[in-house]
């Protein structure tokens, strides 16, 4: 039965605490640390480019993470109040279409901020701002499939704020190399997204969304989330030593270890353990991010 929210009027102004509930800052963490490693892998030095490093974190989390936060949940409105009640659009505490308005205004001041960052800047967050809205809004919700939801999530969260973080701080586009590190771990946050969505399997099958844990049960999906995010560092293990840089190969090799210790308990209990695995494994995956930024430094900027 759906939870029915508590009623409110439609012209009350939501409260700020219910705002900052809504727009999530513990999600802006992952676009955040792209776009510093992003930023790392331009080999330009922070000091003197504050500003940038500074205002393109702004733009990453607080900004576009934010407003895809919103767009999500305005548009999971029904399905939170099946599986979240209590999140600030269900529960009333963001009152009428609030949530939609702040969407849309959150979405805005993004692209503004972007272009005052610069072409390149603008033209990511054009981007990302795109697939907020491709995610969760229609007529595309690409959420209602895992895999086509989770590729845009990781896109967005990983590649998108990676090659800004590297484009602002070169003022150019960047390197192949870089390019070539921000979507392999795009394609390794596919997994990571797939763990999120463990909590809400009862929710997503009753409303036809189709996340992989809801589609492919919790044991095949925790293993493909798996199998994903480590051919991802695989792949930039290669890559590593293909330009000659071994030591920084070797350290995502023992990263890449562990997490496969890590997996082992994952794999034995994927929905008692995806939350931890969130918080142990998935910190293990970006600092290697990290390692490989520093790896790619020499080169930076195409051609």
Known sequence: MLHTPIPVQSNQLPKPAAVLELFKPVTWFAAMWAFMCGAVSSGQPFFGN????LGGML???????????????????HVDAIN????????????GRWGLYLAIIWSGLSLLLGLALGVWAFAATLVGVFFAWAYSAPPLRLKLNGWWGNAAVGISY????????AAVMLGAFPHPLIIFLALAYSVGAHGIMTLNDFKSIEGDRLMGVRSLPAQLGPDRAALVACVIMGVSQVAVIFMLAWIGKPFHAVAIIGLLCAQLLLMNDLLSDPRGKA????????TLFVLGMLVSAFAVQPWSVAG
Do not use: K
């Open 50 to 53: 504050m500003h940038l490093l």
């Open 59 to 77: 733009l990453a989390g607080p900004m576009v993470c934010a407003s895809s936060q919103a767009v999500n949940d305005w548009y999971d409105r």
């Open 84 to 95: 979240e009640p209590n999140r600030p659009i269900p529960s009333g505490r963001i009152p």
């Open 158 to 165: 990983e590649g998108i704020s990676w090659f800004t973080g």
């Open 275 to 282: 939350i931890w695995y969130s918080a142990t494994g998935v």
